[in-house]
């Protein structure tokens, strides 16, 4: 029942200028991989900088509104000239994700350009440095019958044309009449800075919050930048606060909350820390310092207010809760041939499957993109796990799939909604005594660290928390 297979899975190439550093870690891992990328810069604190050189916002939305102007008007020598010469791109609607790099991406986008398209841009938000600035905004598409809504993300690079997209993802797509995502939970999650564990009390976080030096770079999923937070609203009633730690296996430990922090941080574009270390011609004369480092880190996005963990006992926690609540986790079940065999037929039946056996084809793969002995089945209890992941991306195909089943007498019935997106579980609890059970998991989409994810009212898996940071670097 428990197939090992790599459900995260890490790209990595050189870091030259010809090249770009990829990484994905398995982000619930408390412990996960520091970037090669930033390993050798040890964390110091921030002191004695220069002053920071404003990002041109003007000259960002100017080439956003280029961007949205050129896909409106199918303009499509405008649309490709706004892209950097070395450049990825990742595709998602609805489950589906493509990932490519420059050429696969204006390939696909050229099979796009033509028929009419409308794009719009909301909620822009502009992150980062003068010289790599972030945007994220919530992105509309229609064309003809089809349409959908989400968060999209460009890491863009300042070149002598000015700035050009190194990095477009889109984060999250919910196709037309699809479900929104919201809420919180009682479960706070975990994440692990310098292989030290720290609890998430609050994301988007205020600036003002902070105080002092901000340290770093330190490691992690991503590489990162933390400032004391100790004068944030409610401080004196978290730190010092008694909570209670959860493994996946349900292993309990008490655990007390220290030092707070704003945590910011992502992984940067390779040309930007090549410019950092004034390599290839990317820099500026000097080689950056630690300081100087942890600063364009902490600008990469709006911070996450986290607390320092002191955990008496031998645990390595996914989660945190109040001490006194009494949360359920439901362990992994034994083998069973039957159900195994069960869950994967009813799999290889879902729509979603299908239309991945049909890319696959398309894409000249023969044989059954997922076959039978490459399904995973993991069951918690009544509740059954089935997935799947094939293939690489890279304009080359990418096969990602889970689905989630509950036991009702001899049938299973699907509780999660497939095309919503994949997602590795890492542990189920029914935290609240409600008889329904929340995921502690993450997504396949370098940007996340680990994540909640509950029912809806209308019964669907959806996340309610997320830790995640950008990513900026390309993973082809």
Avoid at 177 to 184: D, E, P, Q, R
Avoid at 319 to 324: I, N, R
Avoid at 331 to 348: E, I, Q, T
Avoid at 446 to 475: M, Q, W
Wanted: overall charge negative.
């Amino acid at each position: 029942m428990h197939t090992t297979r790599a459900l995260m899975f890490a790209a990595a190439l050189g870091l030259t200028i010809a090249g770009c550093k990829g990484k994905k870690t398995d982000a619930t891992d408390p412990a996960a991989t520091p970037n090669p990328g930033s390993a050798t810069v040890p964390a110091i604190v921030d002191d004695g900088l220069p002053p920071v050189v404003p990002i041109d916002e003007a000259a960002v939305r100017t080439m956003v509104d280029a961007w949205l102007a050129a896909q409106n008007r199918g303009d499509f020598a405008a649309y490709q000239a706004l892209y950097a010469e070395k450049m990825e791109g990742v595709k998602r609607v609805g489950a589906r994700t493509w990932r490519f790099d420059r050429k696969g991406w204006l390939d696909d986008r050229g099979r796009m350009f033509k028929n009419p398209m409308v794009v719009a841009a909301k909620d822009l938000v502009i992150r980062g440095s003068a010289s790599a600035p972030s945007v994220q905004l919530v992105q509309s598409f229609q064309q003809g019958k089809f349409a959908d809504e989400g968060t999209k993300a460009l890491a863009l690079i300042k070149t002598p044309a000015g700035f050009r997209i190194a990095r477009e993802e889109m984060l999250a797509s919910v196709v037309a009449g699809g479900v929104a995502v919201g809420g919180t939970g009682a479960v706070y999650l975990i994440v692990a800075v310098d292989d030290k564990l720290r609890v998430v009390i609050k994301d988007h976080a205020e600036l003002a919050w902070g105080k002092g030096f901000i340290s770093g770079p330190h490691t992690g999923a991503h590489d990162y930048a933390m400032q004391n937070a100790s004068s944030a609203p409610g401080a004196a009633n978290w730190q010092g606060r008694a909570l209670a730690v959860y493994d996946a296996d349900g292993t309990r430990c008490e655990a007390s909350v220290g030092a707070l922090h704003l945590l910011s941080g992502g992984t940067p574009h390779f040309g930007e820390v090549q410019g950092w270390n004034n390599e290839y011609g990317a820099g500026d004369g000097h080689v950056w310092s630690k300081p100087e480092r942890a600063r364009a880190l902490f600008d990469m996005t709006t911070p996450y207010l986290v607390g320092d963990l002191a955990i008496t006992g031998d645990c390595q926690p996914l989660f945190a809760m109040d001490p006194a609540a009494q949360p359920s986790l439901l362990a992994a079940s034994a083998d069973d041939p039957k159900l195994d065999a069960a869950a994967r037929a009813a799999f290889m039946k879902l729509p979603s499957y299908g239309q991945l056996q049909t890319n696959f084809t398309d894409s000249g793969g023969t044989g059954l993109w997922a076959p039978s002995d490459a399904i995973g089945v993991v069951a918690y209890g009544k509740y059954v796990v089935v997935s799947a992941r094939e293939g690489e991306g890279c304009a080359e195909f990418l096969g990602e799939l889970v689905a989630i089943y509950e036991r009702r007498g001899g049938d299973l019935v699907l509780l999660s909604r497939p095309e919503d997106g994949y997602f590795s579980v890492a542990a189920m609890v029914d935290a609240d005594g409600d008889g329904k059970p929340e995921l502690i998991g993450s997504y396949s989409d370098f940007r996340t660290v680990t994540s909640l994810i509950t029912l809806d009212a209308a019964g669907n898996f959806v996340p309610t928390a997320k830790v995640e940071f950008p990513y900026n670097d390309c993973g082809c």
